[in-house]
């Protein structure tokens, strides 16, 4: 009865959030110069050819009229079409407006459902390799604080939080690839393809994971209840796993939910850097090509999953914290 | 592993501590903690341990089963307990001691058990690890045995809450519970009653007198308050800067102490009846009036979607404080004495009702009007490091209230200076940060900066209560000095009835969100009319003998929660006066013929109120 009310509230919250969200993102887009009929036909095209395509678009209605168009067709689940990509996956050359293929625009829930499962992948693995780094050596860190532990974590933090991504991107792949030729690096074609960018995005969530990890931890282990554990009679082993860490981790689920949101919407210049064919690498091409729905979809997309993970963040700190119910 | 039974032959001793020394040894200094200390404890015995704060005794406690965290370290001596040196034992022997013959309770209930967990999984977890025989269900079965003992209400579903569903008196008997299912031959009490109020305090001494003597463990009862030990224990050790300066019978070092340092702790302690001389009755004009105040939040409820509950946190307050007078506001935890200090304060209005001040409506105020009225009453709090700025220099703090009321800043600085000598503060403070400044010194800076506005009535919301008893007297001192050159009236907001007795002239007892009693100092403490009031003081710990006997006033259980008040009169669920028609009634403060008044339809001491209460609308 709790979690049903719970999520009740929580939804009709997320409702609220992702409508702002899709009102700037529509304004926003409608209010940059470009016009996205001209980009469609392209740029050889007479100007009749282009207030046709308009009108066929429905870009020539009122703006109002056309956010509502929009939030009708996104709640049939319709998220639109590509204004410039074809069914067959690449985007158009600078051929002719006549060409056949311009046709068969791709489904922009078909593009995001086609890479998402791309970028998930990178995301868990990246998540994976930055857990079993930071959370032996945070622990450890917390437990001792000022032995060398904790320094190792300080540096390990230090270092890996100015190393930039796409310096580390290009030297791992000269290193791993190129010279060693132990890992693929460019494009995807397995699973392998996936491991050297998400070394690089683990890298990056490391210093987060330590630091939340070292501090929790370390201040768990000053609350009264740990210290009264020993006397109590209980064992030094079951004090620090039950005990410490299952109290260090809401702030840690907390972060590895904002970190999800954040990998799951911008990866974008790991993507990039490796030719990673994920929701990064969509948006970027879609905002360079000026893809109206595409960039629309994306955004809206991220919207969505942001307000779930954040609701399914929440459930799960409060499974582990009972206190958090409100 | 079972203690022995009635049939064995008691050993002399069962805990004999021999010239223990713990060192605290930090960057190559050592200073010694407990230099050695020797006591002694049979079976069944209940010894006092009485220290002052950092006098070492919660870490003699935590010596005792060899549990003394660096820096701390034990450098010489021997714990004797059942005859083997516990300082001795290895990991493995250590764990039949620590938590199974020895058990113990600390000082912080709320914070003694994983927050997050079940109390009963907790509890049954200790105990299997323990006495790793165990199995799971019977220890369940003894634990929910031990919290049928300790009467906690519904063992079965209290078992599968969290610390933070409990209030601090049923937490303390959960730790009560965790440190007895063991069937311990040794208890550790350490400080236990310091965080409760006064009748749930009470409540716990009774019930570990009761445990005690049916369970037959023996108990090492610390605490840093003489009263509080006497009610329990027959013996005790009186321990300053880790030395035993004092061992005798309870009664015999509460009589003729021999030693100056427990002479001293003696003749701190207030009288509360014995030679009390009464307080001058006040006959000023009043400062402050409050009609009919009433506050009620609205929360939601738990587990719905948008349900409210309505918490009555102050009902139907009325009251005055005349000038020159001292004014008390007693009641325990969540009866709405911090909602009223908020209230009188006007950092909150009150949602019915009227609060004047000097004769003028505060709700009727204009901005301009209400700031220039605000310099004349003055909140003082109860945390003195928390309610100073860190980064400001002493002297800047004080002028800052006479920066916002207008004044120029070499004024501001002269009266800064004159408000500093007089609270008592050195003029070389003038110009440093408050860090490294004791309680005693910050509290002093607080009430410079309420003085230097020349204020009518000051706030004292615990102002008092995070003082040790030296910094205390000074201060109330100067509150009485102050007083007596300026003419102030002060509120004392306070949980300690023996300072409300030694200040105030008029008081009030607050349940629930009303007062129950308001009467003058000598009526109040000697023929107090409504049942909760002698309650309270039949809770106090005392070495006098108290006035009213526990057996016959001390209540059970604790207050409903003010979201489900009882229908009639609130208190009459712990009333043991309570009659049918208290049920239908909700009494009205109303006066005697003496001008004290009281909320109770069957109040003590025979005259009948002078009117009749109004009937309640049933709410």
Not at chain 1, 303 to 319: C, K
Not at chain 2, 560 to 565: E, F, G, K, R, T
Request: charged share 20%.
């Amino acid at each position: 009865m709790f979690v049903l009310s719970f999520l009740l509230r929580r939804l009709a919250q997320g409702v609220l959030i992702i409508l702002l969200v899709i009102f700037i993102i529509f304004t926003l887009l409608r209010v940059v110069p470009g016009d996205p009929a001209r980009l469609i036909v392209g740029g050889m095209a007479p100007d009749a050819v282009v207030a046709e395509k308009a009108q066929e678009l429905g870009l020539d209605r009122p703006i109002p009229v056309q956010f509502a168009a929009y939030l009708r067709d996104l709640v049939t689940g319709d998220f639109g079409r590509s204004f410039v990509r074809p069914k067959s996956g690449a985007s158009f050359g600078g051929s002719a407006f006549d060409d056949q293929t311009r046709q068969e625009r791709a489904s922009v829930l078909d593009l995001i459902l086609d890479t998402l499962p791309m970028t998930l992948q990178l995301a868990g693995v990246a998540i994976a390799m930055a857990l079993a780094v930071a959370l032996p050596l945070g622990t450890l860190g917390g437990l001792h604080p000022g032995r060398w532990p904790d320094k190792l974590a300080l540096v390990i933090g230090s270092v890996f939080v100015s190393t930039p991504n796409f310096w580390l991107g290009i030297i791992l792949t000269l290193f791993l690839s190129v010279k060693l030729k132990l890992l693929p690096a460019i494009g995807y074609r397995g699973f392998s393809y996936t491991l050297l960018p998400a070394i690089v995005l683990a890298v990056e969530l490391v210093p987060f994971i330590l630091r939340t990890l070292t501090v929790s931890v370390a201040q768990v282990m000053r609350e009264d209840f740990i210290r009264l554990a020993p006397v109590r009679g209980l064992s030094r082993a079951r004090t620090v796993l039950v005990h410490a860490l299952g109290n260090s981790a809401v702030p840690l689920v907390n972060l590895l939910g904002v970190q999800l949101g954040m990998l799951l919407g911008g990866v974008v210049i790991v993507e990039f850097i490796f030719d990673y064919p994920g929701l990064g690498l969509l948006t970027i091409n879609a905002v360079l090509q000026r893809d109206f729905p595409l960039i629309q979809g994306i955004a809206v997309f991220i919207a969505v999953m942001f307000v779930l993970i954040n609701i399914l963040v929440d459930l799960i700190a409060m499974s582990i914290d009972p206190r958090l119910e409100y | 592993m079972a203690a022995p039974g009635p049939a064995d032959p008691p050993p002399a001793s069962l805990l004999a501590v021999e010239n223990l020394h713990v060192r605290l040894e930090r960057g190559g200094r050592t200073r010694p903690i407990l230099d050695g200390v020797s006591l002694a404890l049979a079976r069944r015995e209940v010894l006092a341990l009485v220290g002052e704060a950092g006098s070492g005794k919660s870490v003699l406690a935590r010596a005792i089963v060899n549990a003394v965290p660096p820096p701390l370290r034990v450098a010489a001596g021997r714990v004797l307990f059942e005859g083997k040196d516990v300082l001795a034992l290895g990991e493995r022997a250590l764990k039949s001691v620590r938590g199974n013959r020895i058990g113990f309770i600390g000082a912080n209930p709320m914070g003694s058990l994983d927050p997050r967990l079940a109390i009963g999984e907790q509890i049954v977890h200790k105990l299997r690890s323990v006495q790793p025989g165990l199995s799971r269900a019977e220890a369940r079965e003894r634990v929910l045995a031990m919290m049928a003992r300790v009467a906690l209400p519904s063992p079965a579903a209290r078992f599968h809450e969290a610390p933070f569903q409990f209030s601090g008196g049923m937490m303390q008997r959960v730790m009560i519970v965790d440190a007895l299912v063991s069937e311990p031959a040794l208890v550790i009490a350490d400080n236990i009653t310091q965080p409760l109020d006064v009748t749930v305090a009470a409540q716990i001494i009774r019930l570990i007198d009761s445990l005690r003597e049916s369970l037959g463990t023996a108990f090492l009862f610390i605490s840093s308050s003489l009263p509080v030990v006497a009610q329990i224990a027959e013996r005790a050790l009186v321990l300053q800067e880790g030395r035993v300066v004092e061992e005798g019978r309870v009664a015999a070092i509460a009589a003729a102490p021999r030693e100056a340092y427990t002479r001293m702790l003696v003749a701190r302690i207030p009288p509360i009846w014995k030679g009390v001389a009464p307080l001058p009755k006040v006959e000023g004009a009043p400062v402050l009036e409050v009609a009919n105040a009433v506050r009620t939040y609205v929360v939601r409820r738990r587990g719905t979607f948008n349900a409210k509950n309505q918490v009555k946190a102050v009902r139907d307050v009325s009251f005055a404080v005349r000038a020159g007078e001292n004014f008390g506001l007693v009641g325990e935890s969540g009866c709405g004495k911090s909602t009223l200090t908020r209230l009188l304060a006007w950092l909150e209005r009150p949602d019915g009702g009227r609060i004047a001040f000097l004769g003028r409506d505060l709700a009727a105020l204009g901005a301009a009007e209400f700031k220039a009225m605000r310099r004349t009453f003055q909140l003082l709090l109860q945390d003195p490091y928390g309610s100073l700025p860190a980064n400001m220099p002493v002297q800047r703090m004080i002028e800052e209230p006479l920066r916002i009321h207008g004044h120029g800043s070499a004024d501001a600085a002269r009266l800064a200076q004159a408000a500093m000598a007089e609270v008592g503060l050195e003029p070389e403070l003038a110009t440093s940060l408050p860090v490294g400044l004791s309680a005693g010194q910050r509290q002093r800076i607080n009430i410079a900066r309420a003085l230097v506005l020349k204020p009518r009535l000051l706030i004292l919301d615990e102002t008092l209560s995070a003082l040790d008893q030296v910094e205390q007297a000074e201060l109330l001192e100067l509150f009485l000095r102050l007083q007596a050159e300026h003419g102030f009236s002060y509120i004392f907001i306070s949980h300690d009835l023996a300072l409300v007795r030694r200040v105030c002239h008029r008081i009030a007892v607050m349940y629930l969100g009303r007062i129950v009693e308001l009467a003058d100092n000598a009526t109040l403490f000697e023929a107090p009319r409504h049942p909760y009031t002698r309650a309270l003081l039949s809770a106090m710990p005392t070495l006098e003998a108290n006035r009213f006997p526990r057996e016959e006033y001390l209540l059970d259980g604790e207050p409903p929660s003010p979201i489900d008040l009882p229908r009639g009169c609130a208190f009459r669920s712990r009333c043991p006066r309570a009659a049918a028609d208290c049920a239908a009634t909700d009494p009205r403060l109303a006066p005697f013929a003496d001008g004290n008044a009281a909320a109770c339809l069957h109040p003590h001491g025979g005259d009948a109120p002078a009117r009749t209460p109004e009937a309640a609308d049933g709410r």
